[in-house]
């Protein structure tokens, strides 16, 4: 069975989970600058959690193509990020990037600029503010889209796609 990490853990590591961050922290057991490489083998984890992390990478998509390398076929990276027109996207100074629910679809394959990625999404949750967690979500994928704040932030579950 192979490896489940929790990237960019800080103190808060997800149970079961190797805690990876930049930062000697209580829970972190590797410590490394994530966006430079892994330090992981080829096909090595079958999990990975990224919450509140991809939002702060410099260069998100030499990381994915990292991410992709380590990730055996089938693993589930699960993404959790503000949401792009959220007030807690942009209050955070350490933020270098906004996500939207199409920000992931890049990381699929075939793509337009040739990564070296093949990553499904199998799954997106919003978090709704209210009132609009309790309109149907024809009304909340709107209130997404035009109003400012309407949506928190989002869970995007990805499924590694390679061959056997």
């Known amino acids: 069975m192979g490896l489940s990490l929790d990237i960019g853990c800080g103190a808060h590591k997800h149970p079961g989970a190797l805690g990876i961050d930049r930062r000697s922290l209580p829970g972190v057991a590797v410590v490394c600058d994530f966006e430079q490489g892994l330090p992981f083998r080829d096909g090595s984890v079958t999990t990975v959690f990224l919450h509140n992390i991809?939002?702060?990478?410099?260069?998100?998509?030499?990381?994915?193509?990292?991410?992709?390398?380590?990730?055996?076929?089938?693993a589930k990276v699960y993404v959790r990020t503000p949401y792009y027109a959220s007030r807690e996207a942009f209050v955070d100074p350490t933020h270098v990037r906004y996500i939207?629910?199409?920000?992931?679809?890049?990381?699929?394959?075939?793509?337009?600029?040739?990564?070296?990625?093949?990553f499904k999404i199998r799954f997106t949750y919003f978090k709704m503010r209210k009132p609009f967690k309790f309109m149907p979500g024809y009304f909340q994928k709107r209130f997404r889209r035009y109003l400012w704040n309407a949506c928190i932030e989002m869970d995007i579950e990805l499924e590694a796609v390679k061959p056997i």
Request: hydrophobic share 30%; proline share 5%; aromatic share 20%.
């Open 54 to 74: 991809v939002e702060h990478m410099d260069d998100l998509v030499t990381f994915m193509e990292e991410l992709y390398r380590i990730c055996e076929p089938g």
């Open 100 to 118: 939207t629910e199409a920000t992931f679809e890049y990381f699929d394959y075939p793509n337009y600029y040739g990564l070296k990625t093949n």
